[in-house]
């Protein structure tokens, strides 16, 4: 149990804690960024990033080691925790209770990130880990030859798409509008490769087996009807890539919330609450990017800092 205030608390190690970390140790605050997981958050399940300016083609856990190396280097600490709890005290201060410890600090900064959206369809839990995967890099491998079916038409599936095709002996792109919802550059990889078949206005309602799904139902959205199709047990896959859900539990007695339940901050990641910062995916924000979670970081970092006197810009 931790018995020294911080000026700083940081909870979540992605790019936005991580960034938060190393602004926060250059404006000379005494922080603790704490991460129940792997340092560098979802970016870490990402095959290759290469739209962070500057680095080219680095691999998302390479990143994250990066980033904590580099905030490391400079002085910051850090804590592996769970957090269970976050309360604001009589005096201002913030406590965030653990597994392994009480930590308490005159600000926070809340970068907690996002999970996986489920996709909705019968069947998503209970295959779970048995043929339904959210992470293409985690689990891509585990498909080698096999046909795999990846949920979403947005960025992330269609990147995800692309990637599994290395591994996969056909994708099939499920995506319940008829156009795909991502960038021009990435819609070209997908219309280009042999390996990927794009199935429009369709939904996967239900997935049925025993160990394994066997069976799934599509429904056509154009027209309302359903067909099923049938494969071997462990012939198949299907990734779900429809987005995430901001983890805004911890701190939703102390911010505002939006309608997809992502935090409202000020431009300077500030909430209604006097000393609690928001940076990162956990935020409302038009573009959830790498660069954008470490631009909320630095921001946040540094509005800490003003708040306590400790920095004039």
């Known amino acids: 149990m931790s018995e020294t205030t911080h000026d700083l608390l940081i909870i979540g190690g992605g790019p936005a804690g991580l960034s938060a970390a190393i602004y926060a140790t ?15 958050g979802q970016i870490t399940t990402t095959d290759e990033v290469d739209n962070y300016p500057g680095i080219e083609g680095v691999n998302g856990g390479e990143l994250g080691t990066r980033l904590q190396e580099h905030a490391e ?3 910051a600490a850090f804590a592996y925790d769970t957090i269970e709890d976050v309360t604001r005290n009589e005096d201002g201060t913030f406590t965030a209770s653990g597994y392994d410890g009480t930590y308490t600090a005159k600000t926070l900064i809340y970068a907690a990130g996002a999970t996986p959206r489920k996709a909705g369809f019968a069947g998503e839990d209970e295959f779970r880990g048995r043929g339904v995967s959210y992470c293409a890099t985690c689990d891509g491998m585990f498909y080698t030859g096999k046909r795999i079916f990846v949920i979403g038409g947005g960025n992330s599936a269609c990147e ?23 960038v021009n550059s990435v819609v070209k990889q997908v219309e280009t490769n042999e390996k990927i078949e794009v199935r429009y206005l369709t939904t996967l309602t239900g997935v049925s087996g025993e160990t394994l799904p066997t069976t799934l139902t599509f429904r056509d959205n154009g027209t309302g009807d359903t067909h099923e199709e049938t494969y071997e047990p462990g012939s198949f896959g299907i990734f779900v890539s429809v987005g995430h859900e901001p983890q805004t539990k911890l701190v939703e007695g102390l911010v505002d919330l939006a309608n997809d339940r992502s935090i409202v901050t000020k431009d300077d990641m500030s909430t209604k609450t006097p000393g609690l910062f928001v940076a990162g995916d956990v935020r409302k924000k038009p573009l959830r990017q790498v660069i954008t979670a470490a631009a909320d970081g630095a921001v946040a970092a540094t509005s800490a800092a003003l708040y306590l006197g400790e920095l004039v810009i």
């Open 73 to 75: 280097h400079l002085g």
């Open 160 to 182: 995800e798409a692309v990637f599994l095709s290395r591994f996969a002996s056909e994708v099939t792109l499920i995506v319940r509008k008829d156009h795909l919802r991502a």
């Open 26 to 40: 250059r404006a000379g605050l005494d922080s603790l960024t704490i991460e129940q997981g792997a340092f560098g």
